[in-house]
């Protein structure tokens, strides 16, 4: 199992809900990112960690979005009270450090209803 | 700011054909330019990258791109079309200066016709 394994694969969600997305990096990598695509779109920057810290999160698009990776291994996006407009598919990518190349997850896809 | 744009949403092509997906790039410094694929229920694969080295960059499945400063692009480039390229193209620029976060063009499907 090299790769980033995220999921669940697939959530569906009732609006207002709160979901957790698990990724998984390629074990040993100390970069890790979260970003979303919408339907048709290029897949946007959410926030990155360096190991267990979050150095970017500009991207999240509000406080109902959060990101942790507390041993600097595996990371979860969470997303409070969910709404319609944050369905997308959600992806992780890991890389071994700065300026090498990131290895993408695939994804997890969250609809809201 | 950088940015990147992808000149076309949508390009067809029949199987044996050249392919050309075409990307402009906006940036302040000299980027670091990638171009992924995305294969339908598949993760995002890195096709090549650019770095400053050669300005002609070949890729895996024999793919290239070409970096020109003066025309601010890095358009896409394959002699022949095979059914398997028929898939979602990302043009993309790397905030190298910061987090390397990437920055993803809006894609452009590839159809291959046999």
């Known amino acids: 199992g090299a790769g980033v394994s995220q999921s669940p694969r697939y959530k569906v969600a009732k609006r207002g809900q709160d979901v957790a997305l698990r990724c998984d990096p390629i074990?040993?990598?100390?970069?890790l990112f979260w970003y979303q695509q919408a339907l048709g779109q290029g897949p946007e920057f959410l926030t990155y960690?360096?190991?267990?810290?979050?150095?970017?999160k500009s991207g999240l698009p509000s406080d109902r979005f959060f990101a942790e990776r507390p041993e600097g291994s595996v990371s979860t996006l969470k997303i409070q009270r969910t709404q319609q407009e944050d369905s997308a598919v959600y992806l992780c990518a890991s890389s071994l450090q700065a300026n090498t190349e990131a290895f993408f997850g695939q994804g997890t896809r969250l609809t809201v209803v | 700011a950088q940015s990147v744009t992808q000149l076309d949403s949508h390009v067809s092509v029949s199987e044996g054909t050249p392919v050309l997906l075409r990307c402009n790039y906006s940036?302040?410094?000299?980027?670091?330019l990638f171009w992924y694929v995305q294969h339908p229920n598949k993760g995002l694969q890195l096709l090549l990258k650019?770095?400053?080295?050669?300005?002609l960059v070949k890729g895996i499945n024999g793919f290239e791109a070409e970096f020109k400063k003066s025309e601010t692009s890095f358009h896409l480039t394959k002699p022949s079309a095979h059914m398997s390229d028929a898939a979602e193209y990302f043009c993309v620029v790397s905030d190298s200066r910061g987090t390397d976060k990437l920055i993803f063009g809006t894609g452009t499907r590839l159809q291959v016709f046999p």
């Open positions: 074990s040993g990598h100390v970069s």
């Open positions: 960690f360096q190991n267990e810290a979050q150095l970017d």
């Open positions: 940036s302040s410094y000299s980027p670091s």
């Open positions: 650019y770095t400053s080295a050669a300005t």
